[in-house]
């Protein structure tokens, strides 16, 4: 089985080189930044295609890794090049984290062309990636699944199906909204504790042990701690997927008060020129005698 690859960055590119190294036959790479291509390409011995529709032509399964909604209307786009150019029985996966409602338009258009697509969500990141130990929400039909599966499961360590195309999404959308509100909740424990004088290896076991607990404490709390936001996930894609569970919300008329003030704090982040830090990297918002800006908004 031929499989392609658009968006080759954090995510997409060890994707690729996990299926790789289990034997997985890659025939084509493509992005927007031609030399991360190019530069793949070379790695794993395949095809740097310069159109997209060349990526739909070398391969029977595509993933497809991008940015945002933008990014995924756009090269399944029904003009100009597309990857549904010649699409008839190719399946697409669709790993980026976007709206619900743009993996159901993208369903109909490769149903238009005669082929499949499933959003397979991943709740984990670029080491998971590489290692083949993702946490994969699928959504689309059950007979894309079954056919999508046997690859999945050298990127993941856990496959759930979660139902109709979009579902995946919403459940990802939750995901991340709620890790986000998580990860800002801890930065101002632990700013708030700096500022106190407390010791932050002492607090952060402290929470360990308590109701304070939490992934995010294990993932990100000793690099808040530490400064170091070296990017695993950024916080231009937190504003952006806090922003994907907002608009969930409000078209329920829901208020979400906590995820509001989260994505404002990275949007924040975004404005003030640390868009590409990870995540994490919200904690320079809050403790004090960091950046300028931090230590009057404690």
Same mark, same amino acid.
Not at 174 to 182: P, R, T
């Given at each position: 089985m031929n499989i392609g690859f658009v968006g080759v960055g954090r995510m997409g590119a060890n994707m690729a080189r996990r299926l790789k190294d289990r034997q997985c036959h890659i025939t084509a790479v493509y992005d927007t930044n031609r030399a991360a291509a190019t530069a793949l390409a070379a790695e794993l011995g395949c095809a740097?295609?310069?159109?997209?529709?060349?990526?739909?032509?070398? @391969? #029977?399964?595509?993933?497809?890794?991008?940015? #945002?909604?933008?990014?995924?209307?756009?090269?399944?786009?029904?003009?100009? #090049?597309?990857?549904?150019?010649?699409?008839?029985?190719?399946?697409?996966?669709?790993?980026?984290?976007?709206?619900?409602?743009?993996?159901?338009?993208?369903?109909?258009?490769?149903?238009?062309?005669?082929?499949?697509?499933?959003?397979?969500?991943?709740? @984990? @990141?670029?080491?998971?990636?590489?290692?083949?130990?993702?946490?994969?929400?699928?959504?689309?039909?059950? #007979?894309?699944?079954?056919?999508?599966?046997?690859?999945?499961?050298?990127?993941? @360590?856990?496959?759930?199906?979660?139902?109709?195309?979009?579902?995946?999404?919403?459940?990802?959308?939750?995901?991340?909204?709620?890790?986000?509100?998580?990860?800002?909740?801890?930065?101002?424990?632990l700013a708030l504790g700096a500022a106190l004088g407390l010791d932050l290896e002492m607090l952060r076991k402290v929470f360990s042990q308590t109701g304070a607990a939490s992934r995010v404490l294990e993932t990100d709390g000793e690099d808040m701690q530490n400064r170091e936001h070296t990017c695993f996930f950024s916080a231009a894609h937190a504003a952006k997927d806090s922003g994907i569970a907002l608009d969930l919300a409000r078209s329920l008329g829901l208020d979400l008060p906590l995820a509001h003030a989260t994505k404002e704090q990275y949007d924040r982040m975004i404005a003030e020129g640390l868009g590409e830090l990870d995540k994490s990297g919200i904690a320079e918002l809050t403790f004090k005698d960091r950046y300028k800006h931090s230590g009057d908004h404690v």
């Open positions: 740097a295609s310069q159109d997209l529709s060349e990526v739909t032509a070398e @391969s #029977d399964v595509i993933f497809t890794v991008v940015t #945002d909604d933008a990014a995924m209307r756009e090269i399944f786009s029904d003009a100009g #090049d597309n990857l549904l150019v010649n699409a008839r029985g190719k399946l697409f996966i669709n790993c980026a984290t976007i709206s619900p409602q743009v993996h159901l338009d993208v369903e109909k258009l490769a149903s238009k062309a005669g082929a499949q697509t499933l959003e397979a969500c991943m709740a @984990s @990141s670029i080491t998971q990636a590489r290692e083949g130990s993702l946490y994969l929400m699928c959504g689309g039909s059950e #007979d894309a699944f079954r056919k999508a599966e046997p690859i999945l499961k050298e990127l993941g @360590s856990t496959l759930r199906f979660i139902g109709k195309a979009g579902e995946a999404a919403k459940v990802k959308a939750l995901v991340n909204m709620v890790m986000n509100i998580n990860t800002a909740g801890l930065a101002e424990g």
